[in-house]
């Protein structure tokens, strides 16, 4: 809530004086003394929070930041075998947090009745997983070889759904675009297991390579579970075959990221009628819901499913729904299943080897029992003067984008005071969730795939028992020991976890121009979510919703598409080029972070009695070796493939060169020359 303060000024003294007793003698307001200039202090990097050995000086900071910030880095910095990308950042924390979620379930593991230790020493137990073989899964295997006709697919649909394992399409509870205050059933297009479903579809030299190696992978799993010869080849044709159709009705990456596109809420009758093949009576059945409004995300996916229904085959469907169970399950099952899925995985990223069985244990228990765990690590790991610090930072960046808005000459009043209501509605989840989850699902220490399904079951339970109850808007989609952060546009909410709230993004021993560079960039960024070419179609209450007055909308239109095509432009690696489209939320979120954490280090500094030079680099121009710092790293050719093909951000090198070129702070923070490449003559912005 914004406190008013009421001042009263001197004007209003005298009149009050005037009014009581006739003319007031003559009053000479006391002159202010000037504020004492800040005390410049020459300290090191390291001093503020800078990695000097990062740097590579030869570079022109002007011609290419990244390579200059984090060149030294990069050159001394070799990415782990059992990893496809290595970041200076996300990595290096992620690999401490792991270091302390491993001490803290070895040591509640020594409590026979931790629901912790149980599921960690099960999945640690890798002679009972070898003992258990297939066993975990032989019942869903078995329903599926019973299946008499293809009229009995929905209520087996279900039944998978249930257990956490989606072939065909994923079922979710979804607020209502229509009315956030609303959880519904949302229907979504799936059923694949590329990457992508243009993997399927073009012939490029990576689509060929890749589906060659999905086939091979694909037939390699099957003769493990038990298939045969000839068996095996066909199973693996109709598992392909049913998927590759599926892709074709799949909508792409780039036309998902249209909010009015993804809601077409239909009444239970209306679903009905749209998929006259599929019963979703039988189908909702298993799953213990009655959904009495649905939203598919996309009608033509669902369309489509009648001709595969009424066309395909009931081996075929057998073979499929074979397939994506032992693929769901995979990662639980003895050695020889693991071993082929990171065959596969090996092919989409490039990682060389298998994570060790401890790290897998540790992501798999915070996957499951995320909020379980994180209740130690908190404890542990996370004090409370963090929060309040990372509070406060929250706040300056508020007030940073609050100020910038009245800057902006191509929005009008009435727009710009929707915007403002919009951020001022905006909540900030700090750390850890006020309500921890309670897990109701019972562990075994020597059963780990039972452990599995049982916590997949749960967590598939929790979510669809959301359908038709009031929203809960503190509900948190990560666990506290997670590296990242999030802006959901339908809670208006933005989320910073734990185990992000870390060096290289935020320490107190840090100065502030370095934490507004790491963290203060990133609160920045989650909070541009909330007016990127996504999130500004939702209102301050997170309904998808027109607040714009036209011309506005047109300008911003044209802001956000200068944006889209100027990151097209950008080669990550020879013919290579970002799709900027597909990243077009991220990189406005990216130059809107940076932003707005230049502004709160200049408003800070309005105040500052001390200003630190570091090794000669002024307090802006830490920020953005702070910002570029934080987004070192280094990433295999394959996985960087697939990350252009499929992921909304762009690669690192181009999430700091990018947002600093188009901002005219930098380039004067490092006297860039016009027409350098960090000060080019045209620039995008949006905020």
């Known amino acids: 809530m914004r406190r008013v303060v009421a001042v009263l000024s001197f004007a209003a003294v005298s009149s009050a004086l005037a009014a009581c007793g006739g003319a007031p003698a003559q009053v000479t307001a006391p002159v202010a003394p000037a504020p004492e200039p800040p005390v410049t202090l020459q300290v090191s990097l390291a001093d503020v929070g800078l990695d000097a050995a990062a740097l590579d000086r030869a570079v022109d900071p002007c011609t290419d930041f990244y390579q200059f910030a984090c060149g030294g880095w990069i050159a001394k910095t070799e990415i782990p075998g059992d990893e496809a990308a290595w970041y200076r950042s996300f990595n290096e924390i992620d690999k401490r947090n792991e270091a302390a979620l491993r001490e803290i379930l070895d040591n509640v593991g020594k409590d026979s009745d931790?629901?912790?230790?149980?599921?960690?020493?099960?999945?640690?137990?890798?002679?009972?997983?070898?003992?258990?073989?297939?066993?975990?899964?032989?019942?869903?295997?078995?329903?599926?070889?019973?299946?008499?006709?293809?009229?009995?697919?929905?209520?087996?649909?279900?039944?998978?759904?249930?257990?956490?394992?989606?072939?065909?399409?994923?079922?979710?509870?979804?607020?209502?675009?229509?009315?956030?205050?609303?959880?519904?059933?949302?229907?979504?297009?799936?059923?694949?297991?590329?990457?992508?479903?243009?993997?399927?579809?073009?012939?490029?030299?990576?689509?060929?390579?890749?589906?060659?190696?999905?086939?091979?992978?694909?037939?390699?799993?099957?003769?493990?579970?038990?298939?045969?010869?000839?068996?095996?080849?066909?199973?693996?044709?109709?598992?392909?075959?049913?998927?590759?159709?599926?892709?074709?009705?799949?909508?792409?990456?780039?036309?998902?990221?249209?909010?009015?596109?993804?809601?077409?809420?239909?009444?239970?009758?209306?679903?009905?009628?749209?998929?006259?093949?599929?019963?979703?009576?039988?189908?909702?059945?298993?799953?213990?819901?009655?959904?009495?409004?649905?939203?598919?995300?996309?009608?033509?996916?669902?369309?489509?499913?009648?001709?595969?229904?009424?066309?395909?085959?009931?081996?075929?469907?057998?073979?499929?729904?074979?397939?994506?169970?032992?693929?769901?399950?995979?990662?639980?099952?003895?050695?020889?299943?693991?071993?082929?899925?990171?065959?596969?995985?090996?092919?989409?990223?490039?990682?060389?080897?298998?994570?060790?069985?401890?790290?897998?244990?540790?992501?798999?228990?915070?996957?499951?029992?995320?909020?379980?765990?994180?209740?130690?690590?908190?404890?542990?790991?996370?004090?409370?003067?963090?929060?309040?610090?990372?509070?406060?930072?929250?706040?300056?960046?508020?007030?940073?984008?609050?100020?910038?808005?009245?800057?902006?000459?191509?929005?009008?009043?009435?727009?710009?005071?929707?915007?403002?209501?919009?951020?001022?509605?905006?909540?900030?989840?700090?750390?850890?969730?006020?309500?921890?989850?309670?897990?109701?699902?019972?562990?075994?220490?020597?059963?780990?795939?039972?452990?599995?399904?049982?916590?997949?079951?749960?967590?598939?339970?929790?979510?669809?028992?959301?359908?038709?109850?009031?929203?809960?808007?503190?509900?948190?989609?990560?666990?506290?020991?997670?590296?990242?952060?999030?802006?959901?546009?339908?809670?208006?909410?933005?989320?910073?976890?734990?185990?992000?709230?870390?060096?290289?993004?935020?320490?107190?021993?840090?100065?502030?121009?370095?934490?507004?560079g790491g963290i203060g960039m990133v609160i920045g960024h989650e909070l541009t979510h909330g007016f990127d070419d996504e999130g500004a179609q939702f209102d301050a209450q997170g309904n998808l919703k027109n607040w714009w007055a036209p011309e506005v909308e047109k300008a911003f239109k044209a802001k956000t598409d200068c944006v889209a095509k100027q990151y097209s432009g950008f080669e990550a690696q020879p013919q290579l080029f970002i799709n900027g489209e597909l990243t077009n939320g991220e990189n406005i979120a990216d130059m809107g972070g940076l932003k707005m954490a230049l502004a709160a280090l200049r408003k800070l500094r309005e105040k500052q009695k001390e200003v630190k030079i570091a090794d000669g680099y002024t307090e802006e121009q830490q920020l953005f070796l702070a910002n570029a710092q934080a987004w070192c790293g280094k990433m295999r050719p394959e996985m960087e493939q697939t990350q252009i093909k499929t992921n909304p951000h762009s690669p690192a090198k181009f999430r700091v060169n990018g947002p600093m070129s188009n901002l005219p702070e930098f380039a004067a923070a490092f006297q860039c020359k016009a027409g350098t490449a960090m000060n080019p003559a045209n620039r995008c912005g949006v905020w």
């Not at 990456?253 to 749209?274: C, F, G, I, M």
């Not at 009043?413 to 700090?430: N, Y």
Request: net charge positive; aromatic share 10%; with cysteine.
């Open 114 to 516: 931790s629901k912790l230790g149980k599921y960690y020493a099960a999945c640690m137990d890798e002679a009972a997983v070898e003992a258990a073989g297939v066993a975990p899964i032989a019942d869903l295997l078995k329903e599926v070889k019973a299946l008499k006709d293809v009229k009995q697919l929905p209520e087996l649909l279900g039944k998978l759904h249930r257990r956490g394992i989606k072939p065909l399409f994923r079922l979710s509870a979804e607020q209502d675009f229509g009315d956030a205050t609303r959880v519904i059933a949302s229907l979504d297009q799936g059923g694949i297991g590329m990457p992508d479903r243009d993997d399927y579809l073009k012939d490029d030299e990576r689509s060929v390579k890749l589906r060659a190696a999905y086939r091979k992978h694909v037939q390699a799993t099957f003769e493990l579970a038990g298939w045969k010869g000839k068996d095996a080849v066909t199973a693996t044709d109709d598992a392909i075959k049913l998927e590759t159709e599926l892709a074709k009705i799949s909508k792409t990456r780039v036309e998902r990221r249209d909010p009015k596109s993804l809601y077409n809420k239909l009444t239970r009758a209306e679903l009905v009628k749209a998929n006259a093949k599929l019963d979703w009576n039988a189908y909702f059945l298993p799953l213990d819901v009655s959904p009495v409004d649905v939203n598919l995300t996309s009608l033509a996916f669902f369309a489509g499913l009648d001709p595969l229904l009424a066309q395909t085959k009931l081996p075929a469907w057998k073979n499929y729904l074979s397939w994506h169970i032992v693929r769901a399950t995979s990662d639980v099952l003895p050695k020889r299943f693991v071993d082929e899925a990171f065959n596969w995985k090996k092919a989409v990223t490039g990682q060389a080897e298998q994570k060790p069985r401890w790290r897998r244990c540790v992501e798999d228990t915070d996957d499951s029992l995320g909020e379980l765990l994180g209740q130690h690590f908190v404890a542990l790991h996370f004090g409370g003067a963090s929060k309040q610090a990372a509070t406060e930072l929250v706040g300056a960046i508020r007030g940073a984008f609050a100020e910038n808005l009245k800057d902006l000459a191509w929005m009008d009043a009435a727009t710009r005071d929707k915007a403002l209501t919009k951020e001022q509605e905006m909540a900030f989840l700090i750390g850890f969730p006020a309500k921890w989850r309670t897990y109701t699902f019972e562990t075994d220490a020597k059963q780990y795939a039972k452990n599995a399904l049982a916590a997949s079951m749960f967590q598939v339970g929790y979510d669809l028992a959301r359908i038709g109850k009031p929203l809960n808007r503190e509900e948190w989609q990560m666990s506290p020991p997670t590296v990242n952060a999030y802006y959901d546009p339908q809670r208006n909410h933005m989320v910073f976890p734990a185990g992000i709230l870390q060096p290289p993004f935020f320490d107190a021993k840090f100065s502030p121009a370095v934490n507004l």
